[in-house]
Antibody, heavy 121, light 108 residues
Framework: QVQLVQSGAEVKKPGASVKVSCKASGYTFTGYWIHWVRQAPGQGLEWMGWINPNSDGTNYAQKFQGRVTMTRDTSISTAYMELARLTSDDTAVYYC??????????????WGLGTLVTVSS | DIQMTQSPSSLSASVGDRVTLTCRASQNINNYLNWYQHKPGKAPKLLIYAASSLQGGVPSRFSGSGSGTDFTLTISSLQPEDFATYYCQQSYRTPPPTFGGGTKVEIK
């Protein structure tokens, strides 16, 4: 069965970086884009960007450009999201999600359990 | 970016109730609308895609309707496991795919 297994919770100081991993199993990793979505405490879902594991192409939300980097390692079917120059506003649960676009419209059909990132001095 | 607005932001209902949640897009998105259920500490779960198509494994008490700018998610008979927050998401004009603010369904 399809699974996205994320790395564990992180505590970081302001100004630091964090790298979250998302290991895929149960399907062909290079066949589906991976998106990253975050949820700050008491807030809704916020899209951060995607990576095409096949081509290594990426697209980032304007809000995070210059601060986020999405990569992948196809040999271990794992996607990564690195966020730099952290502030307290980056405290959130970070999710990876698989995009399915057939049939019909694009949607996120499988999600990881999330990784809590806490930014605190 | 296309803005998605959900109403109400929260509601209280009883087991067995029929519940209708609303999502409105800031412009026409045809049927490029998805619904997710999210429980604390769990992964969001896709319920409905393309406005009205039921994702595999999702109970038939969930249904979606709408096209253009106005959409609804209906739970025909609310079950204890349905208490959660529900989000709509448009995939018509991306990036970015945008989510509504969510509707929290609570126990009355």
């Amino acid at each position: 069965q399809v699974q996205l297994v994320q790395s564990g919770a992180e505590v970081k100081k302001p100004g630091a970086s964090v790298k979250v991993s998302c290991k895929a199993s149960g399907y062909t990793f290079t066949g589906y884009w991976i998106h990253w979505v975050r949820q700050a405490p008491g807030q809704g879902l916020e899209w951060m960007g995607w990576i095409n594991p096949n081509s290594d192409g990426t697209n980032y939300a304007q809000k995070f450009q210059g601060r986020v980097t999405m990569t992948r390692d196809t040999s271990i079917s794992t996607a990564y999201m690195e966020l730099a120059r952290l502030t307290s506003d980056d405290t959130a649960v970070y999710y990876c999600a698989r995009e399915q676009d057939t049939p019909m419209v694009s949607r996120f059909d499988y999600w990881g359990l999330g990784t809590l990132v806490t930014v605190s001095s | 970016d296309i803005q998605m607005t959900q109403s109400p932001s929260s509601l209280s209902a009883s087991v067995g109730d029929r519940v209708t949640l609303t999502c409105r897009a800031s412009q026409n998105i045809n049927n490029y609308l998805n619904w997710y259920q999210h429980k604390p500490g769990k992964a969001p779960k896709l319920l409905i895609y393309a406005a009205s198509s039921l994702q595999g494994g999702v109970p038939s008490r969930f249904s979606g309707s709408g096209s253009g700018t106005d959409f609804t998610l209906t739970i025909s008979s609310l079950q204890p496991e349905d208490f959660a927050t529900y989000y709509c998401q448009q995939s018509y004009r991306t990036p970015p795919p945008t989510f509504g603010g969510g509707t929290k369904v609570e126990i009355k």
